[in-house]
T-cell receptor, first 112, second 113 residues
């Protein structure tokens, strides 16, 4: 089974901090994705990556950046955290863009 | 922009009842995926439907893809408390998923014992 592991289940940070969310997958998938999930808004795509060192903006990239230095690892960076970035963050991977995605269990991030 | 509308947004029924949830769009999708998400976990794939009119069954769950590939439904027979969760549909657009999947906002389902 594919395993997508997110580094933290819960995280509390302060406004203005630089925050790193890490995601690792163990199935050699080319594609990796970062979403945030908010009540009433569903899953919204922040960034995705089709290959090492490649990144594409999703629907809501503002205030975020990503890094993919190795195939198995995709990091989401909040450059200067703000309270409106409090959310559940989900990482996913897939072998091809049109194939089903395998999700991690999420990181619930609170920005105070 | 392709959108997927899911209905109802919330549904609470008694154990043993039947239910149907819907996933609708004005756009055509090359395939559609259904996921279930339980509290504290990420979404997990249930099924993928590819062909217009296709019907797939997963135990008590029946998934149908519309003939025009613009809509899909999930029917649960004799619902059980273990069916409780958030059901998400996600579509692959004509670009083959190049811009990622399009997710609906989900149906929150509660099955009461």
């Amino acid at each position: 089974d594919v395993k997508v592991t997110q580094s933290s289940r819960y995280l509390v940070k302060r406004t203005g901090e630089k925050v790193f969310l890490e995601c690792v997958q163990d199935m050699d998938h080319e594609n990796m994705f970062w979403y945030r999930q908010d009540p009433g808004l569903g899953l919204r795509l922040i960034y995705f990556s089709y290959d090492v060192k490649m990144k594409e903006k999703g629907d809501i990239p503002e205030g975020y950046s990503v890094s993919r230095e190795k195939k198995e690892r995709f990091s989401l960076i909040l450059e200067s955290a703000s309270t409106n970035q409090t959310s559940m963050y989900l990482c996913a991977s897939s072998p091809k863009p049109d194939r089903p995605q395998h999700f991690g269990d999420g990181t619930r991030l609170s920005i105070l | 922009t392709q959108l997927l509308e899911q209905s109802p947004q919330f549904l609470s029924i008694q154990e043993g009842e039947n239910l149907t949830v819907y996933c609708n769009s004005s756009s055509v999708f090359s395939s559609l995926q259904w996921y279930r998400q339980e509290p504290g976990e990420g979404p997990v794939l249930l099924v993928t439907v590819v062909t217009g009119g296709e019907v797939k069954k997963l135990k008590r769950l029946t998934f149908q893809f519309g003939d025009a590939r613009k809509d899909s439904s999930l029917h649960i027979t004799a619902a059980q408390p273990g069916d409780t969760g958030l059901y998400l549909c996600a579509g692959v657009g004509s670009g083959g998923g190049a811009d990622g999947l399009t997710f609906g906002k989900g149906t929150h389902l509660i099955i009461q014992p």
